[in-house]
């Protein structure tokens, strides 16, 4: 080896020794952030549960992970799926994708809505969009309160119009919870929207006319496939809170509509399982991160169709 390759060589692992110690703070902080509580959430489903909260450290056990889905009869010890989790578990997925599918199908006319307008007029509307985040989101979500209950906005033109008699029960259900999620994650779905749909060079669409193609072919053939990638971001960014969402399903939806995020905050708090409840959060977790594959893997498979 020469002189000239030895040195380019040092250099090369100095540059890298540096960089590695640039990025260790980071690293340290993410780490201790983010991945460590995470390992504590780990160990604590595998251990006993304590008889005041906490757990039993040192005693191995596979409770939390076995109450996630079963339960033993007090009877007569017999072992049977656990409806109420699976049933809190089917509603949180389901009211999570039909909200991840609304907020597409408003915030999509939206977003072209405003990709469109002169640059002034765009900049006011995506503005407006913002501003919903400038509110907490326990204050918006009291707000549509006003919309759901008995007395609100929805029962009263129900009732002005005479399509009922009487007010119709939306507080304290799923469709109370659905409404309100709607409304909380509507911008986070249209701003990602916005931002692949100003890129699009509307001459392609110009020439999906000029080709005789109809308004829904051009929707489905040029639109949608340019501005796949918004698609898949802004259903990330809707999907994942949503499905572990607190706040809302605890003041929409009472008490007895529970989702996972209000389940596992019951098994920590009044129920005072700390291992259920670490299983629980590691469940969650995990169909996060499927949900995260299927996206990443879609939109990797879009993209190579895209360039070839």
Known sequence: MSDATRIA??????????????????????????????????????????????VKYGQFSLDGWFSVFFERDIFDDT??????????????????????????????????????????????????????????????????????????????????????????????????????????????????????MEKIDFRLVEAGYDLYAGRFQVLRRVIIPLVKPGIVAGSILVFIPSLGAYVTPRVLGGGKNLMLGNLIDLQFGQGKNWPLGSALSITLLVI???????????????GGGHGH
């Open 9 to 54: 060589e040092n250099a090369r692992r100095a540059d890298i020794r540096n960089r590695w110690w640039l990025t260790a703070p980071a690293l340290f902080i993410l780490f201790v952030a983010a991945i460590g509580p995470l390992l504590v959430v780990l160990l604590y489903s595998f251990m006993l549960k304590g008889d005041f909260g906490d």
């Open 79 to 196: 072992v049977g799926i656990a409806e109420a989790h699976v049933s809190i578990l089917w509603r949180s997925v389901k009211l999570s994708l039909i909200t991840t599918l609304l907020t597409l199908f408003i915030g999509f006319p939206t977003a072209y809505y405003i990709s469109i307008q002169e640059p002034r007029r765009r900049d006011l509307l995506v503005f407006m969009v913002t501003i919903p985040f400038w509110t907490n989101i326990l204050i918006r979500t009291f707000a549509m309160q006003e919309v759901v209950r008995n007395e609100g906005v929805i029962n009263t033109l129900l009732v002005w119009s005479g399509i009922v008699d009487r007010p119709i029960q939306i507080m304290y259900t799923d469709w109370a919870i659905f409404f309100g999620m709607v409304y909380v994650y509507l911008p986070l779905m249209v701003l990602p929207l916005y931002a692949s």
């Open 288 to 302: 996060v991160t499927v949900a995260l594959l299927f996206y990443v893997r879609n939109a990797s498979k879009s």
